[in-house]
């Protein structure tokens, strides 16, 4: 039957923009300041800042070497509450933190502290032990000692050593047909992208031209999409693989060797490092069968033994030993990728954490 009520019908079948500022509007904006990984200073899009919750974890200055290691103030955006984070200054692994939000409207007041009420005792009641909780306490206190654009100070001494960083990977990969680095001294995390026609190459969660040619564990961010099309914002031909990140928190020792290792593997792609693949060999393998789950013929998992094999044939040279390093990286990639995919079609957080939140060792 049709609606007869011209008012029950408008509402019914309105349409919101991102930017309108009705109050029955349904979006809500969540702003990640500077954004993850691209480190990029978004634009609010949603017009009203009691729409807008913000993530400040980044908000260090030694993740904004692209405004010279300063926060901007004048770009930070309005938001209704900000969480923060003390760990995410020196660490990919652990979370620790804050949270700060405005006491209007008074809705979301209310329904803030009614979530945090029922959850903010968990560390007391043993999700840190007392160690951890004084450690960060004092990690706070040690941050706090001097200004911050003292150079001596913690955070000014970081600064200095994140600027190295991204030296040494800038440098690395400044030549290199594979990817390009997109955000220079932004953010926590250098962001890869693929050069053609290296695009598609690889078409797993598990980057393979770090592992399998540099010998380092990284992640596409494939995830990160969440249902949008990746083409649709960098061209034909561009998938959810094309992408790497790479975090900055190890030592700086770490990215002089990446950096070394990238300079060789890129100036010539015929060469190769160690047990690792040369570029050339990366390209020929990935398309092998030994990189795909299933038999084409039957549809069952192909064996070890069968991958390694088809591998053999494509890289002659490879010893057994490497062989082995080479079957074991493509088993692990297949493994976490079935794990990533369980969490679709959000891919939330807790559902990533709980299905790939390993520990892995770099060769």
């Not at 029955?24 to 300041?33: A, G, I, K, R």
């Not at 480190?39 to 993530?55: H, T």
């Not at 969440?226 to 960098?234: C, E, H, L, V």
Request: aromatic content about 14%; charged content about 25%; hydrophobic content about 35%.
């Amino acid at each position: 039957m049709p609606f007869t009520n011209d008012s029950i019908f408008e509402n019914s079948y309105r349409t919101y923009s991102a930017d309108s500022t009705s109050p029955n509007s349904p979006f809500f904006e969540s702003l990640v300041f500077p954004e993850n990984p691209s480190g990029k200073i978004k634009i609010p899009q949603v017009p009203n800042a009691d729409r807008r919750v913000c993530d400040g974890v980044y908000l260090w200055p030694m993740y904004f070497g692209m405004k010279d290691y300063a926060i901007p103030l004048d770009e930070k955006p309005d938001c209704v509450a900000w969480s923060f984070s003390i760990t995410k200054a020196y660490s990919a692994s652990v979370r620790a933190g804050h949270i700060m939000y405005k006491n209007e409207p008074e809705l979301f007041f209310d329904s803030t502290i009614d979530v945090f009420g029922r959850i903010l005792n968990t560390m007391t009641n043993g999700l840190y032990s007392q160690w951890s909780w004084m450690g960060q306490m004092q990690l706070w206190e040690m941050i706090m000692s001097k200004p911050y654009t003292d150079p001596t100070s913690w955070v000014g001494a970081y600064s200095e050593i994140m600027d190295e960083k991204w030296e040494a990977v800038i440098d690395g990969f400044a030549d290199c047909p594979v990817v390009t680095v997109t955000n220079p001294k932004a953010g926590a995390y250098a962001f890869f992208f693929f050069n053609e026609p290296y695009q598609g190459v690889q078409t797993s969660g598990t980057p393979s031209f770090f592992l399998d040619v540099l010998g380092i564990h990284a992640t596409t961010y494939s995830w990160g999409w969440r249902g949008a099309n990746p083409a649709d914002y960098y061209g034909d031909g561009v998938g959810f693989h094309d992408f790497t990140r790479m975090q900055l928190y190890r030592d700086l020792n770490v990215y002089i060797e990446v950096s070394r290792r990238a300079k060789i593997v890129c100036a010539d792609t015929s060469a190769s490092i160690g047990d690792f693949l040369s570029i050339d060999e990366w390209v020929a393998a990935s398309s092998t069968r030994a990189n795909r789950r299933l038999h084409e013929e039957t549809g069952e998992v192909l064996t070890r033994e069968e991958r390694r094999l088809s591998l053999k044939e494509t890289i002659p040279r490879l010893t057994d030993r490497q062989l082995e390093i080479h079957v074991t990286n493509i088993e692990n990639r297949i493994a976490t990728d079935e794990k990533v995919e369980a969490c679709a079609p959000d891919y939330t957080t807790t559902c990533l954490f709980e299905a790939i939140g390993t520990r892995h060792e770099d060769y």
